[in-house]
């Protein structure tokens, strides 16, 4: 056995709640909770050692997030396929032009526009944040 695999396996029970995809909200929560701790050790520094363990968890988060949990752009499709909406059929967000934008990505939601969908759709402003 090599010296890497010995100490890897030696300090394993300590480091592999650190090392795997997240499968349920505990998971998620934990390596979250993690990631903010390890940023605020590492900080800017792009050389230190446990940035590749931040790169690592992070994608691991941002996976997770694009998996259970919808972006606004996402929900904004899915609540529009479910009401049978055209983009012209929302003009609190504003014309078909600017729904169009934002269903590509090419433009953000504002304020008011996540106000006047949350109160159309009946969901919570968060849905759109």
Known sequence: MSALI???VEHWQFISPLLHK?????????????????????GEDESNPLM?????????????????RPMPVDALRYLMRE????????????AQSVVSEVLSGKR?????QVRWLAERF????????
């Open 6 to 8: 010995k100490q890897a």
């Open 108 to 112: 953000q939601l504002n304020l008011r």
């Open 22 to 42: 997240p499968t349920n909200e505990a998971d998620y929560d934990l390596l979250v909770k993690a990631l903010d701790e390890l940023l605020e050790l590492v």
């Open 122 to 129: 009946g969901v919570s402003v968060e849905t759109f944040i």
């Open 83 to 94: 009401h049978s909406l055209s983009q012209s059929d929302l003009p609190g967000v504003g």
């Open 52 to 68: 590749s363990l931040v790169d690592i968890i992070g994608d691991w988060i941002e996976a997770y997030d694009h998996e259970h």
